[in-house]
């Protein structure tokens, strides 16, 4: 039933938050400021509600769907490294501090 769902991506990388948010933010804001200046000369409060919220659904129809945009910079992760598995389940430090104590008692 979801199989066709696999084809989008489904997240956005940190450039792209960040690109989303700015443009969030400056649209609600200009749409603010504009409602404010139209509804002060109207002398009409309503227009300044009405064109806060239609900016707010038009950013948030922009910026919530992660849309191709916001996924051109991918995170490059570093490879695994293998490391020897913990004895006794100790924290790394709880090992290391073991391992010294037992070089101490060998000499």
């Keep these: 039933m979801f199989e066709n769902l ?3 991506k489904w997240h956005m990388d940190f450039m792209g938050q960040k690109h989303a948010e700015y ?3 400056t649209i609600i804001t200009m749409c603010g ?3 404010f200046i139209l ?10 509600i009405g064109l806060t919220l239609i900016g707010f659904l038009v ?3 922009l910026t919530i769907p992660p849309w191709p945009i916001y996924a051109r910079n991918p995170l490059k992760w570093q490879k695994v490294k293998k490391v020897k598995k913990i004895e006794n389940n100790l ?3 709880e090992y290391k501090e073991d ?3 037992e070089k101490k008692k060998t000499k």
């Design 33 to 35: 400021f504009i409602g």
């Design 99 to 101: 391992k010294k104590k």
């Design 23 to 25: 443009l969030f933010r």
């Design 6 to 8: 696999s084809i989008w």
């Design 91 to 93: 924290t790394y430090d």
């Design 39 to 48: 509804g002060y000369v109207k002398e009409q409060f309503s227009i300044t």
């Design 59 to 61: 950013s948030a129809l």
